[in-house]
């Protein structure tokens, strides 16, 4: 192994993908997974790794100083970089309580901060969110230098985590990079998310909960591209730098829950417009030139060629998604790896 990547929530959508990128593009990288497992970690998104010596899964809180240096002594004598990814990610949950979401995303980035500088790594890629900008009107995109203005309690701890990486940068020389990304979509991610919510109930002919009018607007990009562009800006990218990824692919919620329906052949009578989400932010859309320009990164996928994927590959899934719809996939840790809290 060449170097190790301590990698804090690749049990969840986007860090599942990550490790699996890994394995197939770095195979002399070791993957230390710093993972708490809540209910969004599933380490059934993992079994491909299960057993390789480049994947090595630690249970543990980003929030507690020793579960982040077991972490790092795993790493060995390798140099470490970090990609940062742990965090509470859904919006409607943060409407609920925002409580979780300061603790992990807040608290817990400070705690990595700190382990990490004190233990000396060579980058620190913090993976946020386009949604800290907050919301746009029908015209314009957000650039990196769009002014921080978070609408939900989840963005808002977002933008708080986004602040203490600058301020390591700026007050310590901590070498972080950090990187905003618009809606992801693609394989394991948890179905309380739009996508594979309405994949899941579309399947089980059941009510999709559209919210408000459904013409809100977000900007998709398949979630393999974002991890293509994490890893350039972990390789390539300038310290101290945010980087904007998105996919100029914008589209209302509602257009998104039709191309579903239609592609998996069910009526458009499952639509089931519903209360909207307090404070629901109008319109997301990246400009993401930066990063094209600078490290020559731009998305290899296409809505038309990754959505049919994504179904495909949820139809493929049916026993792993039940498992999320039914609380059986907790178990899975357990019956595999016992109550050890390495895997
Ligand atoms: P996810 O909710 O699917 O996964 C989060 C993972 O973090 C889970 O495996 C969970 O167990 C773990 N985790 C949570 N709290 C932890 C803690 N205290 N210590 C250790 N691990 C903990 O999230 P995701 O959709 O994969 O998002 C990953 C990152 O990307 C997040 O930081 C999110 O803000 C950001 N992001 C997501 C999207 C998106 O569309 N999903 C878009 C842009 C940015
Ligand atoms: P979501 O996947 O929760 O991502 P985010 O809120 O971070 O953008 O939601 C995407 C969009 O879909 C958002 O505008 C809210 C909307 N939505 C619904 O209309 N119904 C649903 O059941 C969900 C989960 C989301």
Redesign the pocket.
């Known amino acids: 192994m060449t170097r190790a990547i301590l990698l804090t929530g690749g049990a969840g959508f986007i860090g599942s993908n990550f490790v699996h990128m890994l394995a197939e593009q770095r195979p002399d990288w070791l993957c230390v997974n710093l993972d708490a497992l809540t209910y969004a970690g599933n380490m059934q998104n993992l079994a491909m790794v299960e057993g390789s010596t480049q994947h090595r899964f630690i249970h543990g809180d980003i929030c507690k100083t020793e579960d982040v240096e077991r972490a790092l002594d795993a790493c060995g004598d390798l140099p470490i970089s970090v990609v940062h990814m742990a965090a509470e990610?859904?919006?409607?949950r943060s409407i609920i309580s925002g409580l979780p979401f300061v603790q992990t995303n807040v608290l817990g980035t400070q705690v990595l901060l700190d382990a990490c500088r004190a233990r000396g790594i060579e980058r620190f890629v913090h993976v946020s969110?386009d949604?800290v900008y907050g919301s746009l009107g029908s015209e314009g995109f957000f650039t990196e230098d769009t002014p921080l203005a978070p609408n939900?309690p989840?963005s808002a701890s977002k933008a708080a985590s986004d602040m203490l990486v600058r301020a390591a940068f700026h007050t310590h020389g901590f070498p972080v990079l950090t990187t905003r990304c618009s809606?992801n979509y693609g394989p394991w991610q948890f179905p309380?998310?739009?996508?594979p919510?309405?994949l899941a109930n579309a399947r089980e002919d059941k009510p999709?909960?559209?919210?408000?009018d459904?013409m809100?607007v977000?900007d998709w990009l398949y979630v393999e591209d974002h991890c293509e562009a994490i890893l350039a800006v972990l390789e390539r990218g300038e310290l101290g730098e945010v980087y904007n990824i998105g996919g100029h692919n914008e589209y209302p919620?509602i257009e998104?829950?039709k191309t579903i329906l239609a592609a998996m052949g069910k009526p458009e009578s499952l639509i089931t417009y519903?209360t909207d989400?307090p404070g629901?932010?109008r319109r997301?859309a990246i400009d993401a030139s930066k990063i094209d320009a600078t490290l020559g990164w731009r998305p290899r996928w296409t809505f038309e060629q990754a959505l049919p994927a994504t179904i495909e590959w949820y139809a493929s899934q049916v026993e792993w998604l039940q498992g999320l719809r039914t609380g059986a996939y907790r178990d899975y840790y357990a019956q595999q790896y016992g109550s050890d809290s390495e895997g």
């Open positions: 990610s859904h919006v409607d969110t949604e939900s989840y809606n309380e998310k739009l996508v919510l309405m999709l909960p559209v919210y408000g459904g809100q977000r919620n998104i829950v519903v989400r629901h932010d997301y």
